[in-house]
């Protein structure tokens, strides 16, 4: 039985490790253990004791270094470490230090007293085997390593990080990262306005050795990873780096943030003042917000190498990450990653505005449709009518570039907007979520002068009688306005099925008499009020059949021609008089 002795200096403690090996002289792994370690890996994360052959996660505070060790029980023995950083630029230093020798009882196997062998150990600098400073995943690696307890220290200058460690005697069976190809780059083989398509050639440790491997894509606007957990830390949902603290250790109102909780002051004010000063330097730091969903995705794709990525915003730089991941091990190897600006939206064909002519516009939906308008003289104002004849628009108006307008429009809406000698007016109509929308737009420097659309009054619902129906006939009111206009009267008769979902669909304001049978049209008559609040008609429609459904329309038609239409009303008469 070999009795191992690792030791951690200052206030890290000591750590005694017994292994039972057999007394072979090959340098090789006990399997037995190894898989120990496999089935159990909570047993390292609260220890400085890194584990041979598995990768293990770890967490620094900013400016508190951490150290970990680990035995090498026999010379000329290979020896692999890799650090990767996941969130920050780490510094991280390899030294060696030989095992102290037996030297209590005489040979008799006992080992020296604790206090003894750790001052052996720690009055001892050890060797430098190797240094580094960066965010790159490093790894020492060596052919022939000499027994002797290795001591690994990290220490982050930054800010708060995560890290992942890996250690093998055995790296050339182990093979724990996926190997990358000849050609470890990305390329980008398509570019679209919204989409990118990537590929790049296939891992031989999954194409030539069988292992299980699939690959992980990152999008996000910044910059490119080196890591998969690089990537995980920025999109905060890796919180299997978050190691609890021991039981009885105090944490600090930084530490419960990093947990989901908010401390109250409450909770620290019975605290020493030698604790409150020794957490100063936690509390001081600045925690980062996390990064919006949208801003970072990771996509596992399977064993496919490649892939083309969806829903991108046009003229947008992206990058893009690769990573193979062996199933089994979950550890992972970054490809050299790409970046790509994808293609700019296709320009829109301004339209021209005459001024004092209509002008008929169609918007795909959520779709958008850019207007010009340049009056040829001075002016001192600009009169804009929108009718938006479906659903409701978004209307942008811009005079030499400063937005003076921004409003939704539903029906027929006029602005005034103030002019300026020579100024140019650009109008932007963005398109409902629901379906394509059609506009009547027109724009005016004339003062005065009769208007081309009609004035409509802020209520254009048809109001039906219920005590008034017959079997032949209904009587129907709507409102008028002060301004004399021409309205006429239509009603078709339809199914029974007719509900509001199809005189929704039909709800064109802007499809005029013009387009109606001669046999539907019932009267057209003039009307208006210098009282508003006496601005209403009603009407009686006769010759109707018992027990039908009637869809009733009312035009009130300008002086110019331009028609709108009220709120389509549908009404039955009864069936028994």
Known sequence: LLILMTWMCGCYGLVLLVLGVMGQKLPTR?????????????????????????????YLFRDTPKRYYFVVEEDNTPLLVTLTPCDAPLEWRLTLQELPEDRSGE????????????????????????????????????????????????????????????STTTPESDQPYPELPYDPRVDVTALGRTTVTLAWKPTPTGSIMGQPIQYCVVINKEHNFKSICAAEAKMSLDDSFMIAPKPGQDFSPFDFVHFGFVPSENDFKDRSLTTNRALSNKMSRT?????????????????????????????????????????????????????????EEAKQKTVELKDGKVTDVFIKRKGSKFLRFAPVSSHQRVTLFIHACLDEVQVQVRRDGKLV????????????????????????????????????????????????????????RIKAFDKLRTCSSVTVAWLGTQERNKYCVYRREVSESYGEEHRRREQNQCAGPESRRKSEKVLCKYFHSANLQKAVTTETITGLEAGKSYLLDVYVVGHSGHSVKYQSKLVKTRKYC
């Open 287 to 343: 925690y980062i917000p996390k990064p919006k969903v949208a801003d970072i995705q990771k996509i596992c794709i399977g064993n496919k190498n490649i892939f083309t990525v969806t829903d991108l915003k046009p003229d947008m730089q992206y990058y893009f990450d690769v990573f193979a991941v062996n199933t089994g091990t979950n550890m992972s190897t970054a490809y050299v990653g790409t970046f790509a600006r994808t293609k």
């Open 107 to 166: 040979g008799s196997g006992e080992p020296e007293p604790l206090e003894q062998q750790k001052q052996q150990v720690t009055g001892n600098e050890g060797t430098e085997l190797f240094t580094y400073k960066g965010n790159d995943v490093e790894s020492f690696i060596s052919t022939s390593s000499p027994s002797g307890l290795y001591q690994l220290e990290i220490i982050s200058t930054e800010k708060d990080s995560n890290f992942k460690i890996y």
């Open 405 to 460: 307008l921004s409003q939704n429009v539903e029906g027929v809406r006029q602005f005034q907007l103030r002019g300026k000698p020579k100024a140019k007016y650009l109008i932007r109509l963005r398109g409902s979520r629901k379906g394509a929308s059609t506009l009547k737009v027109l724009a005016s420097t004339r003062a005065g002068g009769k208007q081309p659309f009609p004035a409509l009054p802020e209520d254009t």
């Open 30 to 58: 006990d399997e037995g253990l190894f898989q120990m370690q496999i089935r159990d890996k909570a047993l390292f994360h609260d220890s400085s004791v890194l584990p041979d052959g598995a990768e293990i996660s770890g």
